[in-house]
């Protein structure tokens, strides 16, 4: 069982920055492969990007790639969402998930793999 809460989320304006960050909390020594989706008003949600259980390989969806970076800590339980250049298209709520444990791909790009969910984080890019 994995619990995540994410934090960060508000108002930025386009051309601005934010930081996500998600805490995941578990019982046991298993790793995760750990993904953000996002999730816009009367919309899917897709996927925004992910880091391998290693942390040496990250993924991006295309509408993200070079302008949001991920990272994890694992010393603090911890996955970033580092997010440059915002447009107002960016704006949804953001969740951050955990896969099955020791999770290898590689599908990362589907909400397959991910077993657990945060709550979600609200981001919004206006001017």
């Known amino acids: 069982q994995v619990q995540l809460v994410e934090s960060g989320g508000g108002l930025a304006q386009p051309g601005g920055s934010l930081r996500l960050s998600c805490v995941y909390s578990?019982?046991?020594?298993?790793?995760?492969?750990l993904g953000w989706f996002r999730q816009a008003p009367g919309k899917e949600r897709n996927f925004v990007g992910a880091?391998?259980?290693?942390?040496?390989?990250?993924y991006y969806s295309d509408a993200v790639r070079g302008r949001f970076t991920i990272s994890r800590d694992d010393a603090r339980n911890s996955v970033y969402l580092e997010m440059n250049n915002l447009r107002p298209e960016d704006t949804a709520v953001y969740f951050c998930?955990?896969?099955?444990?020791?999770?290898?791909?590689?599908?990362?790009?589907?909400?397959?793999?991910?077993?657990?969910w945060g709550q979600g984080t609200q981001v919004t890019v206006s001017s």
């Open positions: 998930a955990a896969t099955v444990p020791w999770y290898s791909g590689p599908d990362y790009y589907t909400e397959r793999p991910y077993r657990y």
């Open positions: 578990t019982r046991t020594s298993d790793r995760y492969a």
């Open positions: 880091i391998t259980v290693s942390g040496l390989h990250t």
